[in-house]
């Protein structure tokens, strides 16, 4: 009975699929078992989707005449989108057929697997937004595979209730559909620099190079990319970014209007994957899931946009007097991802959260949100959302799996599959520090004399470089490095720069040189910010099984 009580009570009543099954079917009688299965519709006297017993009934008789149909077949009850195709009397369709009906044709249909799917109906309640359209006309597999959250019961039976035939035969591989009639959703990804040190190619993910971590403002072809599917190709001049008010109304701005109607800011932020040094908490603790990120997984970059604030309050927001009920700023791309922030960050005059078109006073690369990305320094580069074609002012969070559950720590006794609801999201990072270099400088070599030189120091020595950071704009105040893997201690310089911004949104260098014979096997940093939180001595206690926040002392062995 699932896949019945799915069209008859569930979040969307598929209406015309089931009308025009009538068209396909064959004789057929009801048997005792039907009639049993159909008595609870005709008895339920209230429905999630309004439906009135008169109603009930015509849908419950329709569903016994069109009892045929794979899509509402008895005798699987269990039957879902993954479940290979009985034989039956469904229709085929060619695919050349299926290519017809792409996002512009007024009925949308997908495949997946071998089945056929009309899903005209369920766009709009489509979670994800408008990306479905990106499948219409072709298969869905790949972008299903994408979205690992579809693979839930739930999903595969709404999916089901848009059932309205199978492939033909005749366009079948080994009973699947060919891989070369399948778009490629990364088929218009950017080119990337070579040097990144790259973890997954579809989709892509790649980390700095530690060499490229020595400078205050990472180079823009080496700052580390972090996607959950692919780089959407999207024109400027077409591109526009909605504000929704919480009573509904919206209004729209072209990049052109951005540009022209507010102020241009400057801001200097690091932005910090969550699992920025997972593989440090997996190597020294446990195994953790996820991407295993080095020292890598953040970056430092000045930009350039318009204060989000300006833009709310110019679409109608009172951001000087906001209603106690609005809570979140929901934010989504254009490939569908979505994430939200505390409104009382998104209005904050000191803040500093910009919609920013420019990155290193260039237009923003496809990699990293072109043409107009979030940016929001001090928290997990997870809300800076890429790509960004709406903003919703809501009494709640983002729905997203990225808000909901992705983005989640919980404690070190938990596994596998938590309560997702009992841990909020992610906002602000916690203090980081990491070693990005450990040379020995020669007094024979002439650069190296000089350095050493302005240090006092004659003999030949080891220079210690790395990164330090804290959310939330506060600032790093003490970096301690140790050469002998935590007994001893010593304060490392910390390095001068020029940022923009109300707050210290930048990560902080910082270097230390010792003499080369004082040097043990070990060196380890750990950073202190201004409200005096510092890092973990050790993994295990932080553990968590999405290996989120990594943040431990980092130890580099030393080679003598």
């Known amino acids: 009975m699932r896949l019945i009580q799915t069209v008859v009570r569930g979040t969307v009543v598929p209406r015309q699929r089931v009308a025009d099954r009538v068209r396909h079917l064959r004789p057929f ?8 299965a159909l008595s609870p519709l005709l008895k339920a ?14 849908i419950a008789t329709t569903i016994v005449f069109a009892a045929s149909i794979g899509a509402l077949s008895f005798a699987a009850p269990d039957i879902h989108a993954e479940v290979p195709p009985s034989e039956s009397q469904s229709p085929t369709f060619r695919f050349t057929e299926v290519q017809k009906h792409d996002r512009d044709a007024a009925e949308k249909w997908i495949t997946k697997g071998s089945k056929v799917y009309d899903i005209t109906e369920w766009i709009p309640s489509h979670p994800g937004g408008e990306v479905i359209l990106r499948a219409a006309g072709g298969a869905v597999d790949r972008y299903w595979d994408i979205f690992t959250i579809h693979n839930k019961q739930d999903v595969y039976d709404i999916l089901e209730g848009y059932y309205i035939g199978d492939v033909d035969p005749r366009d079948l591989v080994e009973g699947k559909v060919p891989s070369d009639m399948i778009d490629d959703p990364f088929a218009s990804d950017p080119k990337r620099d070579e040097r990144l040190v790259m973890h997954s190619e579809r989709p892509y993910n790649a980390e700095t190079p530690a060499e490229e ?7 823009t072809e080496t700052f580390y990319v972090r996607h959950h599917m692919w780089a959407p190709k999207i024109e400027a001049a077409t591109h526009k970014l909605v504000i929704e008010l919480p009573d509904g109304e919206e209004k729209e701005y072209s990049m052109e209007e951005l540009k022209e109607k507010f102020e241009a800011v400057k801001i200097t932020a690091t932005l910090q994957c969550s699992g920025n040094r997972r593989s440090h908490m997996t190597s020294e603790a ?35 007097d906001m209603p106690d009920d609005v809570k979140h700023a929901q934010i989504m791309g254009a490939e569908a991802y979505g994430a939200s922030i ?18 290193n006073d260039r237009p923003l690369p496809a990699d990293h949100g072109y043409p107009l990305r979030l940016v929001v320094p001090g928290n997990v580069a997870a809300r800076s959302v890429k790509w960004v074609n709406r903003v919703t002012l809501s009494d709640e969070e983002s729905p997203s799996q990225w808000q909901q559950r992705d983005y989640k720590c919980f404690g070190s006794n938990v596994k596998g599959d938590p309560d997702w609801t009992s841990a909020p999201a992610i906002q602000e990072m916690p203090v980081q520090s990491a070693i990005t270099s450990l040379r020995v400088m020669s007094r024979d070599s002439e650069q190296d004399h000089r350095l050493l030189k302005s240090y006092g120091m004659e003999e030949d020595s080891i220079i210690v470089e790395g990164y330090s950071f804290s959310g939330g704009g506060r600032s790093i105040i003490r970096v301690d490095v140790s050469s002998d893997d935590g007994h001893t201690w010593h304060q490392a310089d910390l390095l001068p720069d020029e940022s923009y911004g109300t707050k210290s949104w930048a990560w902080k260098r910082w270097r230390w040189v010792l003499p080369r014979n004082g040097a043990g096997k070990s060196f380890v940093v750990k950073a202190v910010d201004e409200a005096y939180n510092t890092q973990p001595a050790e993994y295990e206690p932080n553990w968590n099984f999405r290996g989120n926040l990594t943040s431990a002392w980092h130890r580099v062995v030393h080679n003598k």
């Open 342 to 359: 505390p409104v009382d960050k998104a209005v904050d005059k000191r803040g500093d959260v910009i919609l920013a078109y420019a990155m």
């Open 213 to 219: 971590l020595s400078s205050f403002i990472t180079p």
């Open 45 to 58: 006297p209230t429905y999630q989707t309004p439906v009135t017993s008169l109603a009930l009934k015509v």
């Open 286 to 320: 446990r195994s953790t899931d996820g991407i295993q990120w080095q020292s890598g997984a953040i970056s430092n970059s000045d930009w350039t946009g318009v204060r989000l604030r300006d833009v709310l309050e110019d679409a109608g927001f009172p951001v000087n």
């Open 29 to 36: 009688v009801p048997s005792p078992r039907h009639h049993s």
